[in-house]
């Protein structure tokens, strides 16, 4: 049997050595868009652009662990396309690679700002990274667009280096899509304590500058100074090589709660790309977290060696900045009451739970950990929410 997945991240990697520990003893071919042997991402706005670890402390696989595997690398050619009837995956070189089951862990692409300067940069591969990184060693006024996650780990990265930072979003306040307003708030806060200018509720009208950018004009006609400009915008799902295969693309993949594609028994996808239906949450869900990229390879590799098994784990997310570890168990939900546990927004360490319709949703510490996994054993029971008092302590 062949099994070919497509996409070298943590998601195709971990799935391809989930399914030889299940014993799956067909051939396997790894294809990755880029020319690297498979490395994690997350250190890659960390400690990478501070210079603590290096490019090989970041390899997922060595290719004598691939040896070992028997799998077989196809690094730098990218999947183009897909002709499901012929069960065959295009490559950009124009090879065509045979399967009999296909494993889509491609991930998601940055969105890239419509500037043309030199010194604008989108950080989402090792090779953004080390541009942005020998960028900061220059000693740059640094513009960070976006104010995710990705980009509040750079914004502190720059000001670890010393550098004059400010950083430029649309929404009122820090990662209020993972957080919401009130944690996103608290967030904030720090991020104004290590010296980051924050720019809340601004866009950038254009970026101005002679041979490279030198500043952003923002949408109220204010200026930022910036000779490195780092833009973390957000990113999509990596499906353009399956245009046209006849599969659901409107979120990524959607995939049943098997993570099998929606009408292709032979179709799977894993990590970012994936889209299911979760019995959690009620409907498509899509994350773009480390630990569901594992979590759901184990999955997939279980389903595909005879065990079948839904995915549907609690959701789970960390961030290294402003000196201490943020870690989210659950979804913070649009209009979530937020109830402190341990600590509060000014302190220097907190846990919080948030919820609403009746049910506790997340649970949010930043240097608490100890006290955020009391509550979690109360997120995965499905605990219910009591209006201004939250849940009882665990």
């Not at 396997?28 to 890659?44: K, M, N, S």
């Not at 402390?57 to 799998?71: N, P, V």
């Not at 649970?363 to 509550?375: D, K, T």
């Amino acid at each position: 049997m062949d099994l070919v997945i497509v996409g070298a991240s943590l998601a195709g990697v971990r799935t391809a050595q989930a399914l030889r520990r299940k014993g799956f003893d067909g051939r396997i071919t790894l294809v990755g868009a880029e020319p690297h042997l498979p490395y994690d991402r997350p250190p890659l706005s960390k400690d990478f652009l501070l210079g603590k670890t290096d490019s090989a402390a970041l390899t997922l696989l060595t290719a004598e662990q691939a040896e070992d595997l028997g799998l077989e690398l196809r690094l730098g050619e990218p999947a183009t396309a897909l002709d499901r009837a012929a069960r065959r995956v295009r490559l950009s070189g124009g090879d065509a690679v045979p399967y009999d089951i296909l494993v889509a862990a491609t991930g998601s692409t940055p969105r890239t700002p419509p500037v043309e300067l030199p010194g604008v940069h989108v950080l989402r591969t090792i090779d953004d990274a080390v541009a942005v990184r020998d960028a900061l060693a220059g000693g740059p006024r640094v513009a960070v667009v976006g104010g995710g996650f990705i980009g509040a780990e750079v914004a502190c990265a720059a000001r670890a280096l010393g550098l004059e930072t400010t950083l430029v979003d649309s929404a009122p306040t820090l990662m209020t899509r993972g957080l919401g307003p009130v944690l996103g708030e608290a967030m904030a806060a720090r991020h104004r304590a290590l010296g980051v200018a924050l720019r809340m509720g601004r866009t950038v009208r254009e970026a101005r500058g002679s041979s490279r950018v030198e500043e952003l004009v923002l949408d109220d006609g204010s200026v930022v100074a910036a000779d490195l400009v780092v833009a973390g915008i957000g990113a999509e799902p990596a499906v353009g090589w399956l245009d046209g295969a006849g599969l659901d693309l409107t979120d990524g993949v959607g995939c049943d709660a098997l993570l099998r594609a929606t009408g292709a028994e032979d179709v799977y996808a894993v990590g970012d790309v994936a889209s299911w239906r979760s019995t959690r949450y009620g409907g498509p869900v899509r994350v773009e977290h480390w630990t569901a990229a594992g979590e759901q390879a184990m999955a997939v590799a279980a389903t595909i060696t005879g065990t079948p098994t839904a995915f549907d784990s609690l959701p789970y997310v960390w961030s290294d900045q402003a000196g201490a570890r943020l870690q989210i168990f659950g979804r913070v939900m649009p209009g979530d009451e937020v109830v402190f546990v341990l600590g509060g927004p000014e302190e220097e360490r907190f846990a919080a739970i948030t919820g609403g319709a009746g049910r506790l949703h997340a649970v949010v510490a930043f240097g608490a950990l100890a006290e955020a996994m009391r509550y979690r054993t109360l997120l995965l029971r499905g605990a219910e929410w009591v209006p201004g008092l939250g849940v009882p302590r665990a």
